[in-house]
């Protein structure tokens, strides 16, 4: 049985875990975006239109 220290542990390490995903997941696509953009001759994508850090910082500490 765990004690509430290492669920406490698990449970963050498993959120910081989901975080990164999103994360990697927003960055994959805004460089998507970024190659479409590239190819179409249009403006590129800027990394703020996929990335909040205020919001995903905060989200990332309650997730964890």
Do not use: N
């Not at 959120?15 to 590129?44: K, M, P, Y």
């Amino acid at each position: 049985m765990l004690s509430g220290a290492e669920g406490a542990l698990y449970g963050a390490g498993g959120g910081l875990v989901v975080e990164a995903v999103v994360t990697f997941g927003r960055l994959h696509a805004w460089q998507q975006a970024r190659h479409a953009s590239r190819v179409a001759g249009d403006v590129l994508q800027k990394l703020g239109a996929y990335i909040d850090p205020p919001a995903d910082s905060l989200a990332a500490l309650f997730r964890g």
